[in-house]
T-cell receptor, first 113, second 112 residues
Framework: GEDVEQSLFLSVREGDSSVINCTYT??????LYWYKQEPGAGLQLLTY?????DMKQDQRLTVLLNKKDKHLSLRIADTQTGDSAIYFC?????????????FGSGTQLTVLP | DVKVTQSSRYLVKRTGEKVFLECVQD?????MFWYRQDPGLGLRLIYF???????EKGDIPEGYSVSREKKERFSLILESASTNQTSMYLC???????????FGPGTRLTVT
């Protein structure tokens, strides 16, 4: 079945850029998503990218997609302490159940002052 | 804005009790989902529903059941709670076009 992998932890200094990486196995992925989860809260959709795009930018967020390597990244420019959270990558493929997203296990981003 | 609400933020139940977790969405979404979230395991899908009275098992349905009598409401039922069901439970609903899911705030369930 589909699989989505992320590293578990990332620490950056306030003001630096953060890059959170994700790899997936489903070559038929149509949409890929980034979610943010703050402590004790549900998941908040940050952005998504369609599989025919290489890049999407939204204010401080830049998503890069390398379909050949099945690699997705989220870059946060000028990282702030409020960006400390767990970030989940998710993909929507055409194989398996068409209704489901497959989520990675999340990357805990810690922003140091 | 899409709003997904869950009936409780925190819940403490005893082993063997029947537990109901309620989820309501206000966007007329056809698809709704229940996940559990455990440290290091990410989100695991328990059940989802693609229409009223329609449901499908996810990856970890054992020990759970669901009910969808109205489009806006999706309930997760623990027939006989056990300590290994202590977890954060997240409900989501989904659009049909770009498939992104919108999540509720979660219910942290502790079974003692």
């Amino acid at each position: 079945g589909e699989d989505v992998e992320q590293s578990l932890f990332l620490s950056v200094r306030e003001g630096d850029s953060s890059v959170i990486n994700c790899t997936y196995t489903d070559s038929s992925s149509t949409y890929l998503y980034w979610y943010k989860q703050e402590p004790g809260a549900g998941l908040q959709l940050l952005t998504y990218i369609f599989s025919n795009m290489d890049m999407k930018q939204d204010q401080r967020l830049t998503v890069l997609l390398n379909k050949k390597d099945k690699h997705l990244s989220l870059r946060i420019a000028d990282t702030q302490t409020g960006d400390s959270a767990i970030y989940f990558c998710a993909e929507k493929g055409t194989s398996g159940s068409a209704r489901q997203l497959t989520f990675g296990s999340g990357t805990q981003l810690t922003v140091l002052p | 804005d899409v709003k997904v609400t869950q009936s409780s933020r925190y819940l403490v139940k005893r082993t063997g009790e029947k537990v109901f977790l309620e989820c309501v969405q206000d966007m007329d979404h056809e698809n709704m989902f229940w996940y559990r979230q455990d440290p290091g395991l990410g989100l695991r899908l328990i059940y989802f529903s693609y229409d009223v009275k329609m449901k499908e098992k996810g990856d970890i349905p054992e020990g759970y059941s669901v009910s969808r009598e109205k489009k806006e409401r999706f309930s997760l039922i623990l027939e006989s709670a056990s300590t290994n069901q202590t977890s954060m439970y997240l409900c989501a609903s989904r659009t049909g076009y770009t498939y992104e899911q919108y999540f509720g705030p979660g219910t942290r369930l502790t079974v003692t």
